[in-house]
């Protein structure tokens, strides 16, 4: 979904939300409407969240291609430059690890 259609869908969906709202007789079913429309909305707004994500599950962060090049071309780094290079591909991985968990528990893609 590109950001056009996700744009459109929000102004779609808050334009059907806001007719529903002026229909709807006042009282406690009004509020529950209006509270399952603002849920409603706020889902439409998280849609290009979990497009990003399924796009995330395609990345590949096995690294195997880059401990190769630096063991091949080891002469080129000094040892702290492998160790931040190592680190910084653990912090990733671990950054993924948690942001997929939060995800498929809350979300549950």
């Known amino acids: ?8 869908t929000i102004a779609v969906c808050a334009v059907i939300i806001e007719i529903f709202d002026i ?22 707004m998280i849609m290009p969240v979990s497009s ?26 000094t040892e702290d430059q492998i160790m931040e290079i190592t680190r910084f591909q653990a912090e990733v991985k671990e950054a993924y690890t948690r942001f997929s968990f939060v995800f498929e528990k809350y979300i549950g893609l």
């Open 1 to 8: 979904m590109n950001i056009k259609e996700w744009i459109l």
């Open 23 to 44: 229909l709807m007789p006042e009282g406690s079913t009004h509020k529950t409407a209006f509270i399952v429309c603002g849920l409603i909305l706020s889902l439409c």
């Open 52 to 77: 990003i994500y399924k796009n995330l599950k395609l990345v590949n962060f096995n690294y195997s291609s880059d401990r190769q090049n630096i063991i091949q071309n080891r002469d080129k780094y």
